[in-house]
């Protein structure tokens, strides 16, 4: 009679022991458990940089919100100088309007 051989499951690298007579699994061992090698400390230090990291894009995206709002407020002031120059001028005239 043949004896059962092992065989690793490639998916969760199980041993699977197979019967070779009867091509059946007799009997099934779990994988070595991931969780023994998780390590707290370094997972907070993941989210400590991690933690960092958004709030420098915050404050990155915050200064160009504000150089923006700084270049829009400089351009209105320009035009809105150039348009009480030419207060006493008619408005210019548009094509629908002939």
């Known amino acids: 009679m ?12 199980g041993i699977l ?3 070779p007579v ?3 699994v ?11 090698t998780f390590d707290l400390a370094e997972e ?10 958004s709030d420098q894009r915050f404050s990155d995206a915050l ?4 150089r923006h709002q ?8 320009d035009l809105f100088a150039k348009a009480k ?3 006493d001028e008619p408005p210019p005239t548009r094509d629908i309007d002939l």
């Open 26 to 36: 007799v009997k099934h061992s779990t994988p070595p458990s991931r969780l023994a």
């Open 85 to 87: 120059e030419k207060a």
């Open 63 to 66: 200064a160009g919100h504000r």
């Open 17 to 19: 022991t197979v019967d």
């Open 2 to 13: 043949k004896e059962p051989f092992e065989i690793t499951c490639p998916c969760c690298q």
């Open 70 to 77: 700084a270049a829009l407020s400089s351009r209105f002031d």
């Open 22 to 24: 009867s091509a059946k």
């Open 44 to 53: 907070v230090a993941k989210l400590q940089q991690s933690n960092e990291t």
